[in-house]
C-alpha cells in the first residue's frame, strides 16, 4: 500500500478517497499496482480533494459505489 501523506490536508491522511468514473463517484482504495480504471481517471481524497497519484481499486463490496455521493 502506497500512501503519500504530503499531499493530503486532512488531519487522517486519506481518510477516503473517490474517483469520478463515467460521471458517477466511486470510493477506491489503495492498491499494489494500477488498474485500467488508475489509469484513466483520477483519484481524489473525498474530504479535501487532493489528487491521488498512487494506484488505487474500486471497492466491489461497498454499496454506496452506485450512488453518487452527496458531499
Ligand atoms: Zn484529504
Redesign the pocket.
Known sequence: MTIDPDT???ST???RLTAVIEQREYTVTPAAEHSPASALHLAR?A??G?PYTAPWKRIREDPNQLVPTAL
Open positions: 493530503c490536508s486532512c491522511p486519506w481518510p481524497c474530504l479535501c487532493a
